[in-house]
């Protein structure tokens, strides 16, 4: 695999791409030649822990690892002591293994990410225990029924409607409307309700969505007025990226590409690189590698990406903020997870001195992947002001009473939402030189 592989490759908008592995990698291979492959006509078991291995031979060369599936004979670790390995756990493992193959290959995390959504959609209990058959009916005949409603389901999910009259609407493929389309029978009605319990349990999914706004309202109730925060890091433009990036120094990928790039990338390897902190000689510059050195790390090491990002805000922007974040947060308010929790017994978050913003008492946000495919965050900052939780009648009365300067708040926020450069003579000279590039490559375009 060359360098040039891409950053992201759903951006072509074709959602099979996405969902389809084996059409990517066949995709990638093509590039290489011919391959001739010769297929027997049984069917492998997916649910098995063998199948890891079977269906990636170049990512694990050897008949070993896997997930342990319930009910299923052990295939490997067969000792009584030995650990249990969930498809959860091997999934969240799989996704931090050293060696290169794994993080590198475009196709192998999605693989078992895949594998591992559908095992939990479809042997959850939840979903059909419901449904039993009747007794003494041939089980032929339930199967069929479900069979039946499935399909239904699935031409209501992209055809069908909801409402009537001037508030009929397309369902047009989301699935958080489903269970309310016009036409279901009593039992494809049930079905998409606990498709809908099932998904909201789920990661990647749209009833994620739904919960997210749940949480942010009731936040809103609790914490009063916030105001709404994007933040969008750039994984190319971050020295955290290439610091979290982990390949042992000696893996023969590292040494496939050209001298520069092997260089830096043995250079990154190391567990100290870029350095987090000024050097002991108290210099606060770090070399780092060019962009096409950054470019193919953020695209090999998409784990680094994801961490780099969880760095940047449950650290950096918590710390921005003024607010008390640990990695567990708010989880950490269980007693049996953390000692010691986030919020104080209030329920506020604030750091004594607050942040940038002034006292924060609380934030919370949602994680998007943009069409670059870097993390990132929409939220809701909740500011200890006098609109957190006042009505309009409330603050007029106070400015009447002069115990509020409306002045302030205007300086807050023209402060806060400041649209000028800070520094008009290097906008200008940068301005400058984006006018002078344009002009030498209209003119080397014409000579
Ligand atoms: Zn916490």
Redesign the pocket.
Known sequence: MDNIRPKAFHLDKDITTCINPDVLREGTLERYGDLHIQTGGKFLPTWHTSYTSQALPFVIPRMVSGPDYLNEQRWRRVYDDAPEVSPTEFMRGFARRVEAQVAHDMTAIPIVRSNWFQYTLQKTGAFLAPYAAKRGEPENNTANEFIEAAKSLFKHLHKGTTGSGKQKMPIAGDTTRLPYANGLTPLERRLAWSMHFMCQNLPGVQQLRQLMGHAQFGARIVYGDCIFITVSPNSQHSALVLRLCRTRRNDPSLSADDGNMTEWLHKIAKKDFPLLEASEKDTHEVMLPDYEVRRVCGAREPLAVVDAYHVTMRLRLARLLGV??????????DASI?KY???DKFGSNMMPMGGVLGGVDAFGSATEFQSTNDPHIHGEVHIVCIYQFSTLEEIANEIKKKLLDPKTVFDFNAWLHREEPFNPTRLVVFFFFIIRNVCINLVTLFL
């Open positions: 008390r974040m640990c990695p567990n947060c708010p989880r950490c308010n953390s929790p986030c919020q």
